[in-house]
Protein backbone atom coordinates (compact mmCIF):
# COMPACT_ATOMS: atom_id res chain seq x y z
CA UNK A 1 0.00 0.00 0.00
CA UNK A 2 1.37 3.51 -1.00
CA UNK A 3 1.73 5.46 2.44
CA UNK A 4 3.61 8.24 4.05
CA UNK A 5 4.68 8.35 7.50
CA UNK A 6 5.32 11.81 9.48
CA UNK A 7 6.04 10.13 12.76
CA UNK A 8 6.04 13.50 14.62
CA UNK A 9 2.82 15.20 15.22
CA UNK A 10 4.90 18.58 16.99
CA UNK A 11 8.37 19.70 16.58
CA UNK A 12 9.53 22.42 18.99
CA UNK A 13 13.19 23.46 18.94
CA UNK A 14 15.28 26.76 19.89
CA UNK A 15 15.99 29.11 17.33
CA UNK A 16 19.80 28.27 15.85
CA UNK A 17 19.27 24.66 16.84
CA UNK A 18 19.00 22.35 13.78
CA UNK A 19 15.89 20.81 12.45
CA UNK A 20 14.65 17.60 11.13
CA UNK A 21 11.26 16.64 10.03
CA UNK A 22 11.14 13.11 9.45
CA UNK A 23 9.03 11.48 6.48
CA UNK A 24 8.92 8.04 5.85
CA UNK A 25 7.02 6.52 2.55
CA UNK A 26 5.91 2.88 1.10
CA UNK A 27 5.50 2.53 -2.64
CA UNK A 28 6.03 0.18 -5.12
CA UNK A 29 7.89 1.78 -7.65
CA UNK A 30 10.30 5.25 -7.96
CA UNK A 31 7.96 7.43 -6.39
CA UNK A 32 8.41 11.52 -6.59
CA UNK A 33 8.46 13.29 -3.12
CA UNK A 34 7.51 16.75 -1.88
CA UNK A 35 7.24 18.78 1.12
CA UNK A 36 4.38 21.29 1.33
CA UNK A 37 4.63 23.80 3.83
CA UNK A 38 1.68 26.17 5.37
CA UNK A 39 2.55 29.22 7.21
CA UNK A 40 -0.22 30.50 9.82
CA UNK A 41 -2.90 31.82 7.65
CA UNK A 42 -1.79 31.11 4.46
CA UNK A 43 -2.12 28.51 1.75
CA UNK A 44 -0.53 25.25 1.39
CA UNK A 45 2.58 25.59 -1.10
CA UNK A 46 5.42 23.94 -2.21
CA UNK A 47 8.67 23.76 -0.38
CA UNK A 48 10.71 21.50 -1.88
CA UNK A 49 10.79 18.50 -4.36
CA UNK A 50 13.18 15.98 -4.58
CA UNK A 51 13.64 15.77 -8.07
CA UNK A 52 14.91 19.32 -7.72
CA UNK A 53 17.33 18.87 -5.25
CA UNK A 54 17.07 22.47 -4.38
CA UNK A 55 17.68 24.39 -1.09
CA UNK A 56 14.87 26.63 -0.30
CA UNK A 57 14.65 28.66 2.63
CA UNK A 58 17.82 26.56 4.03
CA UNK A 59 16.15 23.34 4.11
CA UNK A 60 17.25 20.17 2.23
CA UNK A 61 15.94 17.00 1.98
CA UNK A 62 17.30 13.82 0.07
CA UNK A 63 15.81 10.55 -1.09
CA UNK A 64 16.82 7.82 0.58
CA UNK A 65 15.36 4.74 -1.32
CA UNK A 66 17.50 2.62 1.07
CA UNK A 67 15.74 3.44 4.18
CA UNK A 68 12.36 4.66 2.23
CA UNK A 69 13.14 8.18 3.81
CA UNK A 70 13.04 11.90 2.64
CA UNK A 71 13.90 13.82 5.31
CA UNK A 72 13.66 17.77 5.61
CA UNK A 73 16.58 19.06 7.47
CA UNK A 74 17.38 22.89 8.08
CA UNK A 75 20.90 23.87 10.21
CA UNK A 76 19.69 26.36 11.61
CA UNK A 77 16.02 26.86 12.60
CA UNK A 78 14.84 30.54 12.41
CA UNK A 79 11.57 31.85 14.02
CA UNK A 80 9.97 32.02 10.75
CA UNK A 81 10.18 28.55 9.93
CA UNK A 82 7.50 27.70 12.64
CA UNK A 83 4.46 26.20 10.19
CA UNK A 84 2.95 23.05 9.41
CA UNK A 85 4.78 20.62 6.96
CA UNK A 86 3.95 17.85 5.02
CA UNK A 87 5.42 15.61 3.07
CA UNK A 88 3.82 13.93 0.10
CA UNK A 89 4.75 11.33 -2.42
CA UNK A 90 2.66 11.19 -5.74
CA UNK A 91 2.12 8.79 -8.67
CA UNK A 92 -0.60 11.20 -9.80
CA UNK A 93 -2.54 12.12 -6.90
CA UNK A 94 -0.79 13.31 -3.97
CA UNK A 95 -0.69 10.93 -0.53
CA UNK A 96 -0.28 12.65 2.52
CA UNK A 97 1.56 12.02 5.43
CA UNK A 98 -0.39 13.63 8.61
CA UNK A 99 1.99 16.71 9.07
CA UNK A 100 4.06 17.94 11.76
CA UNK A 101 3.64 21.20 13.41
CA UNK A 102 7.72 23.23 13.72
CA UNK A 103 7.34 25.28 16.24
CA UNK A 104 10.80 27.18 16.78
CA UNK A 105 11.06 28.83 20.13
CA UNK A 106 13.07 31.80 20.83
CA UNK B 1 3.79 31.04 -10.79
CA UNK B 2 1.00 29.14 -11.26
CA UNK B 3 -2.03 30.70 -9.06
CA UNK B 4 -5.42 28.95 -7.98
CA UNK B 5 -7.75 30.97 -6.85
CA UNK B 6 -11.20 29.88 -4.57
CA UNK B 7 -14.04 31.66 -3.96
CA UNK B 8 -15.58 32.03 -1.65
CA UNK B 9 -12.88 32.32 1.00
CA UNK B 10 -15.46 31.81 3.89
CA UNK B 11 -19.15 31.03 3.89
CA UNK B 12 -21.96 30.49 6.57
CA UNK B 13 -25.19 28.90 5.74
CA UNK B 14 -27.91 27.10 6.90
CA UNK B 15 -28.42 23.40 7.76
CA UNK B 16 -29.92 22.38 4.27
CA UNK B 17 -28.97 24.82 1.99
CA UNK B 18 -26.36 24.15 -1.14
CA UNK B 19 -23.21 25.72 -1.09
CA UNK B 20 -21.25 25.72 -4.05
CA UNK B 21 -17.31 26.76 -3.94
CA UNK B 22 -15.39 27.60 -7.27
CA UNK B 23 -11.82 26.70 -7.92
CA UNK B 24 -10.48 28.96 -10.87
CA UNK B 25 -6.56 28.49 -12.38
CA UNK B 26 -5.76 31.95 -13.13
CA UNK B 27 -2.43 31.71 -15.54
CA UNK B 28 -2.68 27.77 -16.77
CA UNK B 29 -4.86 25.49 -18.39
CA UNK B 30 -5.51 22.84 -15.72
CA UNK B 31 -6.73 19.47 -17.17
CA UNK B 32 -7.00 18.16 -13.90
CA UNK B 33 -7.88 19.88 -10.40
CA UNK B 34 -8.42 18.02 -6.29
CA UNK B 35 -10.30 19.00 -4.07
CA UNK B 36 -9.62 18.29 -0.51
CA UNK B 37 -11.00 18.68 2.74
CA UNK B 38 -9.24 19.10 5.73
CA UNK B 39 -10.58 18.55 9.34
CA UNK B 40 -8.77 20.96 12.20
CA UNK B 41 -5.60 19.52 13.41
CA UNK B 42 -5.39 16.51 10.99
CA UNK B 43 -4.18 16.26 7.36
CA UNK B 44 -5.63 16.85 4.03
CA UNK B 45 -7.68 13.98 2.70
CA UNK B 46 -8.31 14.04 -1.07
CA UNK B 47 -12.10 13.62 -1.36
CA UNK B 48 -12.07 13.73 -5.82
CA UNK B 49 -10.12 14.21 -8.90
CA UNK B 50 -11.88 15.94 -11.88
CA UNK B 51 -10.64 16.45 -15.34
CA UNK B 52 -11.84 18.29 -17.44
CA UNK B 53 -15.00 17.55 -19.49
CA UNK B 54 -15.45 14.30 -17.69
CA UNK B 55 -17.06 12.81 -14.05
CA UNK B 56 -15.18 13.22 -11.01
CA UNK B 57 -13.77 10.25 -9.39
CA UNK B 58 -14.59 10.28 -5.87
CA UNK B 59 -12.06 8.56 -3.18
CA UNK B 60 -13.88 5.73 -1.14
CA UNK B 61 -16.48 7.22 1.57
CA UNK B 62 -16.83 10.56 -0.48
CA UNK B 63 -20.59 10.46 -1.61
CA UNK B 64 -20.64 11.94 -5.03
CA UNK B 65 -24.35 12.84 -4.59
CA UNK B 66 -23.20 15.11 -1.50
CA UNK B 67 -20.16 16.60 -3.14
CA UNK B 68 -21.06 17.50 -6.91
CA UNK B 69 -17.96 18.17 -8.94
CA UNK B 70 -17.95 20.18 -12.49
CA UNK B 71 -15.13 20.71 -13.79
CA UNK B 72 -16.50 22.13 -17.63
CA UNK B 73 -13.53 24.09 -18.46
CA UNK B 74 -10.09 24.01 -18.22
CA UNK B 75 -9.87 27.01 -15.69
CA UNK B 76 -12.54 26.28 -13.58
CA UNK B 77 -13.81 23.67 -11.47
CA UNK B 78 -16.99 23.86 -8.96
CA UNK B 79 -17.64 21.73 -5.66
CA UNK B 80 -21.34 21.79 -4.79
CA UNK B 81 -22.25 20.43 -1.22
CA UNK B 82 -25.71 19.38 -1.51
CA UNK B 83 -28.15 20.04 1.23
CA UNK B 84 -25.02 20.74 4.11
CA UNK B 85 -24.90 19.59 7.16
CA UNK B 86 -22.90 21.03 9.94
CA UNK B 87 -20.23 18.08 10.10
CA UNK B 88 -19.77 19.18 6.53
CA UNK B 89 -18.35 22.18 8.42
CA UNK B 90 -14.79 21.79 7.22
CA UNK B 91 -11.77 23.74 4.95
CA UNK B 92 -11.94 22.62 1.47
CA UNK B 93 -9.27 22.84 -0.33
CA UNK B 94 -8.63 22.91 -4.47
CA UNK B 95 -5.55 22.33 -6.71
CA UNK B 96 -4.60 22.46 -9.71
CA UNK B 97 -2.57 20.38 -11.80
CA UNK B 98 -1.47 21.86 -15.63
CA UNK B 99 -1.59 20.29 -19.23
CA UNK B 100 2.06 20.46 -19.93
CA UNK B 101 2.66 17.59 -17.70
CA UNK B 102 6.62 16.45 -17.97
CA UNK B 103 8.30 15.01 -15.02
CA UNK B 104 6.62 16.84 -12.47
CA UNK B 105 3.44 16.22 -11.33
CA UNK B 106 3.10 19.23 -8.93
CA UNK B 107 -0.08 20.30 -8.25
CA UNK B 108 -0.66 24.17 -7.19
CA UNK B 109 -3.19 24.90 -4.64
CA UNK B 110 -5.64 27.64 -3.83
CA UNK B 111 -6.21 28.88 -0.71
CA UNK B 112 -8.52 27.06 0.73
CA UNK B 113 -12.67 27.37 1.58
CA UNK B 114 -13.61 27.54 5.14
CA UNK B 115 -17.51 26.57 5.59
CA UNK B 116 -19.61 26.46 8.13
CA UNK B 117 -22.88 25.31 8.56
CA UNK B 118 -25.08 25.94 11.20
Known amino acids: AQRVTQPEKLLSVFKGAPVELKCNYS??????LFWYVQYSRQRLQLLLR?????SIKGFTADLNKGETSFHLKKPFAQEEDSAMYYC????????WGAGTKLIIKP | GAVVSQHPSRVICKSGTSVKIECRSL??????MFWYRQFPKQSLMLMAT?????????EQGVEKDKFLINHASLTLSTLTVASAHPEDSSFYIC??????????????FGPGTRLTVT
Open chain 2, 27 to 32: DFQATT
Open chain 1, 27 to 32: YSGSPE
Open chain 1, 88 to 95: ALTNYQLI
Open chain 2, 50 to 58: SNEGSKATY
Open chain 1, 50 to 54: HISRE
Open chain 2, 95 to 108: SARGASGGLSYEQY
